[in-house]
């Protein structure tokens, strides 16, 4: 069974860019997450999915960054304009909900870097 | 608030030895815990999970953690790791109302050397 997908894996960019990235979760998996790591720090969540609908957004920054996940599979990110603090790795994960009882599964990760 | 704590940013141990990684947390209600072990460029590997029962957690590759509830902590353990074992380990913590909500300690790079 293939894992979490994310694509890219890597993109640089300067900053006020747009930038977007993807995220394939495991078949079957409810719930999606996209969390934002800084280097040498723990995940933090950006954005919550249950099916198709974001369930707890309060940690994104609405003014520049959006989410979507389209009929409650793929899921993209998207950064517009790109700051420099923005430079960090993006990781997706997945789970099966179940009262928070199931781990999560998650990608490789993007790294942004922003120039 | 919910959280966890990891102590130490890193631990250095000796191939062979064992190894204890620090995890502290604070949960309202009871506490569903996890480890993860991330590799350089990879995104986070789930290692165990305390839900409740028997207070000592199996894992993947011979790791075990420890629930102990009145020290409110959640320590991984292995007795006796490998060079393989270098990486990076994060405790997380389910939030007590937003049931598939955790919150992810800031990490503890373990050092083993041969």
């Known amino acids: 069974e293939a894992g979490v997908v994310q694509s890219p894996r890597y993109k640089i960019i300067e900053k006020k860019q747009p930038v977007a990235f993807w995220c394939n979760p495991i078949s079957g998996h409810n719930t999606l997450y996209w969390y934002l790591q800084n280097l040498g720090q723990g995940p933090e969540l950006l954005i919550r999915y249950e099916n198709e609908e974001a369930v707890d957004d309060s940690q994104l920054p609405k003014d520049r960054f959006s989410a979507e996940r389209l009929k409650g599979v793929d899921s993209t990110l998207k950064i517009q304009p790109a700051e420099l603090g923005d430079s960090a790795v993006y990781l997706c994960?997945?789970?099966?909900?179940?009262?928070?009882?199931?781990?999560?599964?998650f990608g490789p990760g993007t790294r942004l870097t922003v120039l | 608030a919910q959280s966890v704590a990891q102590p130490e940013d890193q631990v250095n141990v000796a191939e062979g030895n064992p190894l204890t990684v620090k995890c502290t947390y604070s949960?309202?209600?009871?506490?569903?815990l996890f480890w993860y072990v991330q590799y350089p460029n990879r995104g986070l590997q789930f290692l165990l999970k305390?839900?409740?029962?028997?207070?000592l957690v199996k894992g993947s590759y011979g790791f075990e953690a420890e629930f102990n509830k009145s020290q409110t902590s959640f320590h991984l353990k292995k007795p006796s790791a490998l060079v393989s074992d270098s990486a990076l380990y994060f405790c997380?913590?389910?939030?007590?109302?937003?049931?598939?909500?955790?919150?992810f300690g800031s990490g503890t790079k373990l050092n083993v050397k041969p």
């Open positions: 997380a913590v389910r939030d007590s109302y937003n049931f598939n909500k955790f919150y």
């Open positions: 994960a997945s789970s099966f909900a179940s009262q928070g009882r199931n781990e999560q599964f």
């Open positions: 305390y839900i409740t029962g028997d207070n």
């Open positions: 949960v309202s209600g009871n506490p569903y």
